[in-house]
């Protein structure tokens, strides 16, 4: 299990909130926090599943490496933070 | 005459009631949110938002009741594979035909055209057009791809639609899009290089209007100039005979009358600012022949004002119109320009205006 933190911007817009969501890569814990809020994934994921051009996704405070996939590897107790970037804003 | 108007804003989408014969704000839905476009389904009352969130993408919201609550419905969805687009932007939505059956059409950026028949609940996207081979041709204007701004069907039988694109020229279909072919002959792009000017592929049409008791003249408001149509969007006819400038967005026609039309002009192309520091409205009522500079109520200096292409909105009656601005003005008119009112508000830029 990761802890998985999204940004209270994106509550503005979609019910989300934060938890511990199951998963070895960064997109199957996000896969399984988009089971519970499935409205939250085209705000975080575009069309065809790359993380949007202006959001932001941090594994343990290191922003991830693979941005089309995130196929990034996660290890039980890992924090994942959803973010806006600042270049959207 | 319509007692209800709509401004989508960059910061929100403002609801215009009149009171007493002015113009109040009813409302702020989306307050701090880009509205891109707002379509008012004439068939039941829906109204549709589209909103471009700087970080969160391109949304659609539905109100079945005013405008006082509103359902999140589907984006369209490019197809997957090599290079596959993704949705930028919703700019427009029609109505598909007479019946809510009938369905709804919506153009994005990328230059994608697409149909519900699900109000919304989910998108189509025409393939016949997506997959034409001239699509490879078009390029954006104003944007970083091409898009799809207008989209005209034709009240007479809307298997017959006509769209435009800026920049890919303007097209039709007779058979409810399983076919496309270009019009747009006549038009002129001194952007491109010589041999490829009159190209009706590669026209930048801003925006094209259709008049509804007479839907074969069409009008646009093109980055070259301003044309008219008066054998369904086949071919085009250059206008000349309008004073200030023929650049501009923004173009109404009359709902009755196909030679009366109303256009914002600005300095081209490099600038995009009223001519003078002074913002009028133009109008010709003899198909473009000859126009009227309308000024009365608008300000005559230190205006930087530009009206984008859905932002100038005009009523079944053809007598009452309400535009915004880049900086945020709005002016409405009751006798067809004659006399302008300058609405007391300071608003965020506007997108879009609707009287509906």
């Known amino acids: ?89 | 005459m319509r007692d209800r108007g709509w401004l989508g804003t960059r910061k929100g989408l403002f609801r215009l009631q009149k009171m007493n014969g002015s113009w109040e704000i009813a409302d702020v839905a989306f307050r701090g949110h880009p509205v891109s476009y707002v379509f008012v389904d004439p068939r039941d009352g829906a109204i549709y938002a589209a909103l471009n969130l700087g970080h969160f993408g391109a949304k659609l919201h539905r109100s079945d009741d005013d405008g006082a609550t509103w359902t999140e419905v589907a984006v369209p969805v490019f197809p997957e594979g090599e290079g596959a687009p993704t949705l930028k932007q919703i700019w427009s939505i029609e109505a598909a035909g007479p019946n809510v059956d009938d369905g709804l059409w919506l153009g994005t950026i990328p230059g994608g055209l697409f149909q519900s028949r699900d109000r919304g609940a989910s998108w189509q996207l025409n393939e016949p057009l997506w997959n034409h081979p001239s699509r490879a041709k078009w390029f954006g204007g104003g944007a970083d791809e091409p898009a799809i701004h207008s989209i005209c069907v034709d009240p007479r039988d809307p298997q017959h639609v006509r769209i435009a694109v800026s920049c890919g020229g303007v097209w039709r279909t007779f058979d409810g899009g399983q076919t496309w072919a270009i019009g747009g002959i006549g038009m002129r792009a001194d952007f491109m290089p010589p041999d490829e000017q009159m190209n009706p592929e590669i026209q930048d049409p801003h925006l094209m209007v259709q008049c509804p008791a007479d839907p074969d003249t069409l009008w646009v408001q093109h980055h070259n100039g301003i044309f008219r149509s008066t054998d369904g969007a086949d071919s085009w006819e250059e206008v000349t005979g309008l004073d200030v400038s023929l650049f501009g967005f923004a173009v109404a026609v009359h709902p009755a009358n196909p030679l009366r039309a109303w256009f914002v002009p600005a300095i081209k192309d490099e600038m995009r600012i009223p001519v003078d520091g002074r913002l009028v409205v133009t109008r010709t009522d003899d198909g473009g022949k000859t126009g009227t500079v309308l000024t009365n109520g608008l300000p005559a200096e230190n205006c930087y004002d530009l009206v984008f292409r859905h932002a100038l909105a005009i009523d079944e009656t053809g007598d009452q119109l309400l535009f915004g601005s880049t900086t945020g003005n709005a002016y409405a008119t009751e006798n067809g320009g004659d006399t302008w009112t300058a609405l007391p508000w300071h608003l965020p830029p506007v997108y879009v205006a609707k009287l509906a």
């Open chain 1, 1 to 89: 299990m990761a802890f998985v933190h999204f940004t209270p911007h994106l509550r503005m817009h979609v019910d989300v909130r934060d938890g511990e969501f199951a998963g070895a890569t960064v997109a199957e814990v996000l896969n399984s926090a988009f089971e519970v809020m499935p409205t939250a994934r085209g705000y975080v994921l575009d069309d065809h599943g790359a993380v949007r051009k202006h959001v932001v996704i941090f594994l343990n405070s290191t922003l991830i490496q693979d941005r089309t996939r995130q196929s990034d590897a996660v290890a039980p107790g890992d924090r994942i933070d959803v973010l806006q970037a600042l270049s959207g804003g």
